[in-house]
């Protein structure tokens, strides 16, 4: 009997790994920007150094191998910025893929401009250059794409489209912080890389952002688009000097970083590459495993990743693996044998609830327009990759091999129940 039926659940009370992760060390920075008398990048210097949030952005592009970083206070920050910062407004459409959070689409809408909805590739829930292709016309200013759960999307076939549209490229790397593409990190393919460094993700901070680009123009106007047109000093600032200069160059909104984030997340980013290597470790043991139960297969990895950064690991199952059931009822089965939440992925966005600019008066007549552009195209990939998708937190993946045979055993158990009422002809 399955545990949500009241059976026995595959895994006893041991427990998973715990997320975020931190310790004493991360205390202590915590502490050291509590103790600094300076909580914001806006207040001056008691000591004469730089910021600890431009500290972090320094750290965060060599981390990247970014020319350029700028710290933000979220993810959705980290977009605006960048699309600013290539003068996307009015009149101008920007690709979206629908597999994604809301905050690509709404960013496009907080800047005056129109999201252009595409779908996906039906494994992997990223956008293709095929779609990319589709969707273009002579008001596409700019593509964002989004490297999504585990995986990347196919980064040279979409700078080959991007340039010969002569079309900006942004990257939405919130969910594959240090993903490698043949040698080379993503977020430095596009004209600008950016991030959500929220609680859930690998490299977290509670709530915070970021964003990288090789372009010093760029770079220059992020920096005053987040911070009230302001940028730093050259060098670091005096003792008791400001380190924001007002530059006024272009006019700015305030995304600033707070310097107790960012003490966290300085801690925290010496900790990123030995949590990608264990989770790879697992994930490689899952996918020796998986092929063995019938059905089901990982989310597809294209060969050029020679480091992969999961923040959901993802698991792909034919139709009727499950027999009936749906991919909620699935995901609800795993959950209680496992004692850790299975999921599908979010409902996309051409039919996500988050999704309703026409409840804002001043976002109403682009999403109209956005409406019109959008009816009768298909988005079955979308569809397909949300009704047949599981999904995991990264954090799973933080313990050790038996926590994969708990994983393994769980969905064996699933699948082979709903084959059994299949064959007896129960729901």
């Not at 207040?43 to 990247?64: I, N, Q, T, V």
């Not at 993802?314 to 749906?326: E, L, S, V, W, Y």
């Not at 298909?378 to 009704?387: I, K, L, Q, S």
């Not at 708990?406 to 064959?423: G, P, Q, W, Y």
Request: with cysteine.
């Amino acid at each position: 009997m399955l545990a949500i039926h009241g059976g026995t659940p595959v895994r006893g009370p041991r427990p998973w790994p715990v997320w975020p992760q931190y310790d004493a060390r991360t205390e202590t920075e915590l502490l050291a920007a509590l103790r600094s008398s300076r909580w914001s990048v806006s207040w001056y210097s008691p000591r004469g150094e730089k910021s600890r949030e431009r500290l972090f952005a320094e750290a965060f592009a060599r981390y990247h191998d970014a020319a350029y970083g700028v710290s933000v206070d979220h993810g959705s920050g980290a977009l605006v910025i960048a699309l600013e910062a290539l003068g996307i407004g009015p009149g101008d459409e920007v690709i979206v893929p629908a597999m994604t959070w809301v905050a690509p689409a709404t960013a496009v809408l907080r800047v005056g401009a129109l999201p252009v909805l595409v779908d996906v590739d039906p494994d992997t829930g990223c956008l293709t250059a095929e779609h990319l292709r589709a969707a273009v016309s002579t008001r596409t200013k700019a593509v964002i794409v989004v490297h999504l759960a585990c995986t990347t999307a196919d980064l040279d076939a979409l700078v080959a489209a991007t340039r010969s549209a002569g079309l900006a490229l942004i990257e939405d790397c919130s969910q594959s912080h240090g993903a490698r593409w043949a040698g080379r990190t993503v977020g430095t393919f596009g004209d600008i890389g950016v991030f959500s460094l929220g609680a859930a993700k690998s490299l977290a901070a509670g709530e915070a952002g970021a964003a990288i680009t090789d372009d010093p123009d760029l770079y220059q106007r992020m920096l005053m688009l987040r911070a009230d047109s302001r940028g730093y000093t050259p060098e670091a600032p005096g003792v008791g000097e400001y380190e924001l200069v007002e530059h006024g160059t272009v006019m700015g909104a305030n995304y600033c970083m707070s310097e107790l984030t960012a003490a966290v997340l300085l801690e925290q980013l010496t900790r990123l590459d030995d949590q990608h290597t264990l989770r790879e470790t697992r994930a490689k043991e899952l996918e020796a495993a998986l092929p063995d139960i019938p059905g089901l297969a990982p989310i597809p990895v294209p060969a050029p990743v020679d480091r992969r950064a999961i923040y959901e690991y993802g698991i792909r199952f034919t139709p009727g693996t499950f027999g009936t059931a749906t991919v909620d009822q699935v995901a609800a089965a795993l959950t209680a044998e496992l004692g850790t939440r299975i999921y599908p992925p979010r409902v996309p966005l051409h039919r996500s609830v988050l999704l309703r600019p026409h409840t804002k008066p001043r976002f109403a007549h682009w999403w109209t327009q956005a409406a019109d552009r959008a009816a009768g195209r298909p988005f079955t990939g979308a569809d397909h990759y949300r009704e047949h998708t599981l999904l995991m937190h990264h954090s799973v993946l933080l313990g050790d091999r038996a926590d994969v045979e708990d994983i393994l055993t769980a969905l064996d158990k699933v699948r082979t129940h709903a084959a059994t009422l299949e064959t007896k002809g129960k729901p």
